[in-house]
């Protein structure tokens, strides 16, 4: 199955446009092991999400160790939800192929995202891999994201732009897909514009200060869909006591029913 066709039966059968991000900070979560939280985070969030997005990062500060639980907190996850690896690989030749294969081979995830700093041959070892999604760096999330992504060409096209256009042009197996923050909820608009019919995996609602309904009004398509709202640490450390599963369980459906909220709103 194509990684879209998974994104949207997940996103129907549990009526969500919520991707849960499974990033356990051993600062913030109670006093057990990783593989342990984020079994109780899928156990009591897995009807309400249509995604679930773990950060490399989380799980390579432990070393082997924490690779180790990340293998195994995949095989938690059930098998028609889309599991996207947040890796942000990005390189060329021998080497892009090698990080290409570890994530959807070794690893098995049904989308991986990526950094197009380098240009297409970075890119295109991810994207030969026509039944897996491929989520390129566009807008992100991050204040910082100005640094380099505002620069304008002599047209005044922003780099974002230029880089949504690009992806529209390179998805010629329909797996490609943006990351755009939903701090920038106007870019948004413009990249949805550009891009009318590409999944955006949108991450910023929450601690780092998104508007979620803005979020979802720009980033559905046509029909409603494909956006990819994600949400962390709003979720994961809803409660720092025994109660976590649970807090984080009522956290998610808040958010997913008022995600539902909008979308109802823009149907009319």
């Known amino acids: 199955m194509k ?114 700093y380098m240009g297409f041959d970075s890119l295109d070892p991810f994207i030969e891999y026509e039944n897996k999604g491929v989520f390129i760096l566009c807008r992100t999330s991050n204040p910082g994201a100005k640094d380099f992504q505002d620069f304008a060409d002599a047209g005044g096209r922003h780099l974002y732009q230029t880089v949504a256009q690009k992806a529209s042009e390179w998805n010629t197996h329909g797996n490609i897909g943006l990351v755009v923050g939903a701090t920038y909820p106007r870019d948004l608009v413009e990249i949805r514009k550009i891009c009318p019919d590409m999944p955006l995996l949108i991450p910023g609602i929450g601690a780092q200060g998104g508007d979620l309904a803005l979020a979802v009004k720009a980033g559905v398509d046509a029909y409603g869909e494909k956006a990819i709202i994600n949400v962390s640490r709003q979720i994961l450390y809803a409660s720092s006591g025994k109660d976590f599963a649970e807090a984080a369980r009522r956290a998610a459906c808040g958010v997913r029913d008022n995600i539902n909220l909008v979308l109802e709103q823009l149907r009319g």
């Open 3 to 116: 990684f879209v066709e998974k994104l949207l039966e997940a996103s129907r059968k549990n009526r969500s446009l919520l991707c849960v991000g499974l990033d356990p900070d051993t600062y913030l979560m109670p006093e057990m092991s990783i593989l342990e939280f984020n079994k109780a985070i899928i156990e009591a969030t897995s009807d309400v999400v249509c995604a679930y997005k773990p950060n490399f990062a989380f799980y390579e500060v432990l070393g082997t160790e924490g690779l180790e639980a990340l293998r195994r907190t995949i095989g938690f996850i059930p098998d028609y939800i889309p599991i996207i690896g947040d890796a942000k690989r990005g390189d060329i030749g021998n080497t892009a192929k090698a990080y290409a294969r570890a994530l959807f081979h070794v690893f098995g995830f049904d989308a991986a995202t990526v950094n197009p």
